[in-house]
């Protein structure tokens, strides 16, 4: 009896050896993403999200790197100026730093990201190639891992964000020296999959105050822009015109509606790599046609842009600009 009992407990320890030995020595076959998911080899298989377009307008598009997360992303106004992201991990797959540059400005920046396990509470914005600060965002979350807060502490510009019972975003306040600048409501009534969870590796549009990630994509937006205290509906989409076209993994390809502020239609496209999905839309960079629901868009997308940087006078201005359009 007491040699099987050595005989058991000399098996044990090799075995427990041989588990260290592997851990050791492959440890991002157990990193995670910042969302909880598992790391590179558990997304075989499953969709990436590698464009979405609205209206020809501008669309962004994603690159990957071998681990399946996002390396670069493009916001391209098919001007020949687009907004460039490229994105650098840890091993645990959370987002470690990111290079900005804005090809139309000529300005680019330099960033780092902090978490606090799988959340990210804060990135630092510098000069590039410097250690000279130019803007710190900080999220502030509730306790169900939800940022409801996201702004700067260097300027007076934030956004607060509110939620449904299923977890997506139905509505965003801007503010600007302690004034609502802009509100955005949102309706879910369909159910999908937003294509940006399948934008791996990122929790959200870092360059924006506004993105984040809702479970579904949403069956209308209605932004209204406030001018000193009063309100201007800038986009309206109704609920009731929702047409949602659903692909592999229920990942959302196409949506439209129908704006009731300019009387017309709009829509998004989004394509995928990594799972059987025919492309949705190829940009082909039209010219937008001027006081249109693309223009509009393509208006809002670079007005928001100016959040990161957390310029007030120029934020003003180009609210002042997207009035009057």
């Not at 934008?199 to 984040?212: Q, S």
């Amino acid at each position: 009896m007491k040699q099987k009992l050595m005989l058991f407990s000399l098996m044990f320890v090799l075995l427990l050896s041989a588990c260290r030995k592997d851990m050791l020595t492959e440890p991002v076959n157990v990193a995670e993403d910042a969302a909880g998911k598992p790391g590179a080899e558990a997304r075989f298989g499953q969709c990436r999200l590698t464009s979405a377009i609205r209206d020809n307008a501008y669309g962004e598009f994603l690159q990957y790197n071998n681990r399946g997360l996002v390396s670069e992303w493009k916001e391209d106004y098919f001007d020949g100026f687009p907004y460039v992201v490229t994105y650098t991990y840890d091993l645990l797959g959370r987002l470690k730093t990111g290079h900005v540059e804005d090809t139309y400005s000529g300005i680019s920046s330099d960033v780092k990201y902090q978490y606090s396990g799988s959340r990210l509470i804060k990135h630092t914005i510098y000069e590039t190639g410097t250690n000279t600060v130019k803007n710190v965002i900080v999220n502030t979350y509730n306790n169900r891992g939800q940022i409801i807060r996201r702004g700067s502490t260097m300027f007076p510009v934030y956004c607060t964000f509110s939620y449904d019972w299923l977890g997506n975003n139905n509505l965003v306040n801007y503010y600007v020296d302690g004034a609502l600048y802009m509100k955005e409501e949102f309706t879910h009534r369909q159910f999908n999959r937003n294509p940006f969870l399948a934008a791996h590796g990122i929790p959200y549009v870092t360059y924006a105050y506004d993105f984040v990630f809702s479970n579904w994509w949403e069956t209308s937006e209605k932004f209204t822009l406030y001018d000193n205290g009063v309100a201007n509906v800038f986009v309206d989409l109704d609920p009731q015109t929702a047409v949602l076209t659903l692909g592999p993994q229920q990942y959302l390809t196409s949506v439209t509606n129908f704006d009731r502020a300019i009387q017309e239609n709009t829509s998004a496209y989004f394509n995928y790599e990594n799972c059987d999905c025919v492309p949705a839309k190829i940009a082909n960079g039209n010219k937008v046609p001027v006081n249109s629901i693309a223009a509009k868009y393509l208006a809002l997308a670079k007005f928001k842009r100016a959040f990161e940087a957390g310029d007030v006078s120029k934020i003003k201005a180009q609210m002042k600009a997207i009035i009057q359009k």
